[in-house]
């Protein structure tokens, strides 16, 4: 009866010590739970703030490389008198030069030539697109636009050694494509701040009345094609594109204007 008892007596105790180490391996297993949704959680919240930051930063990104158009100008219309044209000497067939005689420091420009003033208004341009004359102080950022750009800005871009190409607006999507990819081809030039730019603008005409399709200028200097194909138009980069013969601010740049006046190109 004695055995019985101690039996007894050890069976409960090796329950209690049983039932006791599954509490306790329960707490274990319930605190290792917890632990592991908490690190879940924890990551999930920061996958998620890495997710928006990352969306608001392209958001902020994109915003900040959207093109901008330069500033109109504002204020009395200046009307630039007749330019002469004077004999092509550049070996380029087609070109048609003006008189760029009327250089600052030559005393007051003669008559029919190209003159260089600052003017705050629009210019009514004698040679359409403007080839040089009256143009506006501030410059705008040189690059590739797919919207008009106030002429006035584009004319003191070429007096610093860019071309400008512009096209008519039903320019076909093709021509327009190869135009672009004419103009990134270029090289970079670096400039005194220490940035580079390739010196050419590429722009649409406000209108369809272009005399040609396409029509790039330098100062001074502009020909007309009916094809971005055609091989005179690098032939024309190639001669007075930042070219200290044709450039009457040679060194100057032609970017690095703030962007709510000097614009921001789609493509540089």
Same mark, same amino acid.
């Given at each position: 009866?004695?055995?019985?008892?101690?039996?007894?007596?050890?069976?409960?105790?090796?329950?209690?010590?049983?039932?006791?180490?599954?509490? +306790? +391996?329960?707490?274990? +297993?319930?605190?290792?739970?917890?632990?592991?949704?908490?690190?879940?959680?924890?990551?999930?919240?920061?996958?998620?703030?890495?997710?928006?930051?990352?969306?608001?930063?392209?958001?902020?990104?994109?915003?900040?490389?959207?093109?901008?158009?330069?500033? !109109?100008?504002?204020?009395?219309? #200046?009307?630039? =008198?007749?330019?002469?044209?004077?004999?092509? #000497?550049?070996?380029?067939?087609?070109?048609?030069?003006?008189?760029?005689?009327?250089?600052?420091?030559?005393?007051? =420009?003669?008559?029919?030539?190209?003159? &260089?003033?600052?003017?705050?208004?629009?210019?009514?341009?004698?040679?359409?697109?403007?080839?040089?004359?009256? &143009?506006?102080?501030?410059?705008?950022?040189? @690059?590739?636009? #797919?919207?008009?750009?106030?002429?006035?800005?584009?004319? &003191?871009?070429?007096?610093?050694?860019?071309?400008?190409?512009?096209?008519?607006?039903?320019? =076909?999507?093709?021509?327009?494509?190869?135009?672009? !990819?004419?103009?990134?081809?270029?090289?970079?030039?670096?400039?005194?701040?220490?940035?580079?730019?390739?010196?050419?603008?590429?722009?649409?005409?406000?209108?369809?009345?272009?005399?040609?399709?396409?029509?790039?200028?330098?100062?001074?200097?502009?020909?007309?094609?009916?094809?971005? @194909?055609?091989?005179?138009?690098?032939?024309?980069?190639? #001669?007075?594109? &930042?070219?200290?013969?044709?450039?009457?601010?040679?060194?100057?740049?032609?970017?690095?204007?703030?962007?709510?006046?000097?614009?921001?190109?789609?493509?540089?």
């Amino acid at each position: 009866m004695a055995t019985k008892k101690k039996n007894s007596r050890v069976d409960a105790e090796r329950r209690a010590r049983l039932e006791a180490l599954a509490k +306790q +391996q329960a707490a274990k +297993q319930r605190q290792r739970t917890m632990l592991i949704a908490g690190g879940a959680a924890v990551l999930i919240v920061a996958i998620v703030v890495a997710i928006v930051f990352a969306i608001t930063t392209d958001k902020k990104s994109s915003a900040s490389t959207a093109q901008v158009v330069p500033a !109109a100008v504002t204020g009395d219309t #200046t009307v630039q =008198p007749k330019v002469d044209t004077v004999a092509n #000497t550049t070996g380029i067939d087609g070109v048609v030069a003006y008189n760029t005689a009327g250089y600052p420091g030559a005393g007051t =420009p003669v008559a029919g030539t190209l003159g &260089h003033d600052h003017v705050d208004g629009p210019v009514t341009y004698s040679v359409v697109p403007p080839v040089g004359g009256p &143009h506006n102080a501030t410059w705008m950022n040189a @690059g590739i636009y #797919t919207t008009p750009v106030p002429t006035e800005r584009a004319v &003191h871009n070429l007096e610093h050694g860019a071309v400008w190409i512009t096209y008519r607006p039903d320019l =076909p999507a093709t021509d327009l494509a190869t135009l672009t !990819a004419l103009v990134l081809k270029q090289t970079e030039i670096k400039e005194s701040s220490g940035s580079s730019n390739r010196f050419v603008d590429l722009t649409p005409w406000a209108s369809n009345d272009l005399s040609s399709p396409i029509v790039i200028s330098s100062w001074g200097y502009q020909l007309k094609v009916d094809s971005p @194909g055609d091989p005179r138009l690098q032939k024309f980069i190639d #001669t007075f594109r &930042h070219n200290q013969k044709y450039s009457p601010e040679f060194g100057a740049a032609v970017d690095g204007v703030p962007a709510d006046v000097g614009g921001r190109p789609e493509k540089q």
